[in-house]
């Protein structure tokens, strides 16, 4: 059975641009999470989708969105990339939320110019 | 808001030492979830604890769950060089009853000196 798979692994991107993370959840996972983990502020909750809803949200700014798709795939944007958006963002599913672990992809990693 | 913390930040052992992390909740929590995060990879999921009182053993690794709900420990006994990463706990957000996304703890990194 496949991993969750992120794409891509790594970017490295500009300030005021803007980038789209992938998710491909594990077969039959239909709650996708998202995080970002960076070495001062560990691992932030920045949304979690369900059946293409957006369920919970962190406290981010309105420059993080995301979304989900009927085959449960998920993607994230960021707009307007500053400096401190620079870290690891990991996506995480599981069959349906607030059940059992969460199952992480390896990441992608994101630097800002 | 809720928060989930965990001491130490860091911790240095010689192999075969043993390794304990704390972690704390500013809420009762239904249940708790540990993960490890070895070196440029990605968080795994290690174990789920429910129960207060709870204790759990897998090989070497011991985990706690507080009689309150609202604390927990990992205790790794005779550490090895594999054992080197860190380790993150991680409860529910709990919204009047209902839960919602895991809240981590910022983890615990562990070296081991062989």
Known sequence: KAGVTQTPRYLIKTRGQQVTLSCSPISGHRSVSWYQQTPGQGLQFLFEYFSETQRNKGNFPGRFSGRQFSNSRSEMNVSTLELGDSALYLCASRTIPDLGELFFGEGSRLTVL | ?114
Request: proline share 4%.
């Open chain 2, 1 to 114: 808001g809720q928060q989930v913390m965990q001491i130490p930040q860091y911790q240095h052992v010689q192999e075969g030492e043993d390794f304990t992390t704390y972690c704390n909740s500013s809420t009762t929590l239904s249940n708790i979830q540990w993960y490890k995060q070895r070196p440029g990879g990605h968080p795994v999921f290690l174990i789920q604890l429910v129960k207060s009182g709870e204790v759990k053993k897998q090989k070497r690794l011991t985990f706690q769950f507080g009689e309150a709900k609202k604390n927990s420990s990992l205790h790794i006994t005779a550490t090895q060089t594999t054992d080197v990463g860190t380790y993150f706990c991680a409860g529910p957000r709990e919204y009047g009853g209902s839960q919602g996304n895991l809240i981590f703890g910022k983890g615990t990194k562990l070296s081991v000196k062989p």
